[in-house]
């Protein structure tokens, strides 16, 4: 075939997708670049993406339980101090509640840079966007003839089976994600009637504003930050409900949970023996090839003889001296603010000048108190070349870019398996990989070794 009639090809299969984009789109008021193909990744990286799963499902229950042990004076009573910074009260007691002792959030969703040598985990997730866009995605270059990681329908059930029926609140502040969530709920209806023929009564999602209501299901999917509940209309009321056990609210009302101080915590000395245990020494090894080493931006002063680890300095305001070159560091809010998703709360150390270095590092040690902050190595992603379809020229055109890959567990009896992965391809020159108009967005597809 000429590499005309190649391009040609690949066209088609672009347009197709565009073709049977919903009506309003996946996002609101959002757009990205379509591409004809998925990205690939090999088997084995395929498996090792299940095997991860079951580790960071591991490693959440870990945490979950850490801070239990903290509150009940099992384990050191600063840990659950500190992750309680900055949070309402009545927040902080409701998580507490011994109803909700064992609950964890039910999407584990990893953000994965790929690097030259591997891959790094930036953060994890509780309350991810793209499930939606992940399962339609999904479905559409699978009808194009790819081995979709997950299934054409793994997002799908994956969704189904940890909301098995129920309503989807979605706030104002996560409005982006709406259609989304409407699509995924009326294609939960239709994949159940395939599944199991006419069951009555059928299961129903529902995707709900913020109102207060009368009529709860029985599983309520809460797609809005702990953060932002004073502006969540519904919330007050869904908590006391939550707590007298007339709604099971995933993911549950856990903002220790939503932290990502952990990732810090995970690294101390001090808690080596504790992650150990509950990991394992297999589980142990594995994560700490991918989870950044961080630190926790605490004020206090060191002792004399002591250093901060890895950095091989005394005190912070050493670290704010450092050159361009020595400053492979990222800054992070830790959680519980309107600047600790997206990335509108980070700092990548070497793309700011020195001045607004030591602003941002003075800044965020100030903040320790009610907000903390952590800071984490840096690790550059690796360059790869994607094509996508310029539709102002109808062109096939190759982006290099650096991937950001999400991929999706729904832990479930035991199991914890990759239901799909969304890998946002950014112009090479981002430093930050989250979605833009100008990234590419597919699903992963598994290719032979």
């Keep these: 075939m000429s590499s005309s009639a190649t391009e040609m090809d690949e066209v088609g299969r672009a347009r197709q997708v565009l073709e049977v984009m919903p009506e309003g789109g996946l996002f ?8 004809p193909r998925p990205f690939p990744i090999s088997r084995r990286f395929a498996a090792e993406l299940d095997q991860l799963g079951y580790r960071l499902w591991q490693f959440v229950k870990a945490c979950n339980q850490l801070y239990r042990l903290s509150i009940e004076g099992r384990q050191p009573e600063w840990i659950a101090a500190l992750l309680d910074r900055g949070k309402p009260a009545e927040l902080v007691a409701a998580s507490r509640e011994r109803r909700f002792r064992d609950d964890i959030p039910a999407v584990i969703r990893p953000d994965i840079v790929l690097t030259e040598d591997g ?37 799908l059930e994956g969704f189904m089976n940890i909301v098995p029926g129920g309503d989807i609140v979605v706030s104002e502040e996560a409005a982006t994600y709406r259609p989304e969530m409407e699509w995924l709920a009326t294609e939960a209806v239709a994949h159940h009637r395939f599944l199991h023929g006419r ?28 953060f932002d509940l004073a502006n969540v209309r519904c919330a007050s009321q869904l908590l006391t409900e939550a707590v007298e056990g007339r709604v099971h609210v995933t993911p549950p009302f ?65 670290v704010a001296e450092f050159s361009q070159k020595q400053r492979e560091l990222i800054l992070k809010i830790s959680g519980f603010s309107e600047k600790a998703w997206g990335s509108r ?6 793309d700011v000048p020195h001045h607004e270095w030591k602003e941002a590092l003075a800044e965020a040690l100030d903040a320790w108190p009610n907000q903390p902050h952590l800071l984490q ?23 290099r870019g650096r991937v950001r890959l999400c991929p999706y567990y729904f832990p ?38």
Aim: charged fraction near 25%.
């Design 28 to 35: 609101q008021e959002k757009a990205w670049r379509v591409s």
């Design 119 to 155: 891959f790094t985990i930036a953060e994890l997730d509780s309350v991810p966007g793209g499930i939606g866009l992940t399962a339609w995605l999904g479905r559409q270059y699978a009808r194009l003839g790819e081995d979709i990681l997950g299934g054409a329908n793994g997002m």
């Design 199 to 226: 069951v009555d009564p059928a299961p129903v999602w529902r995707v709900l504003d913020d109102s207060p209501r009368s009529d709860w299901q029985p599983t309520v999917y809460r797609f809005f930050e702990l």
């Design 254 to 318: 856990k903002p220790q949970l939503e932290e990502k101080l952990w990732f810090a915590l995970f690294w101390l000395r001090p808690l080596e023996g504790y992650w150990l245990r509950e990991l394992g020494e297999k589980s142990l090894a594995a994560l700490r090839k991918v989870i950044p080493y961080s630190w926790l931006l605490d004020p206090e002063p060191l002792p004399a003889h002591a250093v901060l680890p890895r950095l091989e300095v005394q005190s912070w305001s050493e």
């Design 345 to 350: 709360g980070v700092v990548v150390a070497q």
């Design 377 to 399: 190595q840096f690790h550059k992603g690796r360059v790869v070349e994607h094509p996508w379809l310029d539709e102002a020229t109808g062109a096939i055109v190759t982006m």
């Design 412 to 449: 479930g009896e035991g199991r914890v398996k990759c239901a799909g992965a969304l890998a946002t391809i950014c112009p090479q020159d981002k430093k930050l990989l989250h979605g833009m108009s100008d990234a590419i967005l597919v699903p992963t597809a598994v290719v032979a070794d």
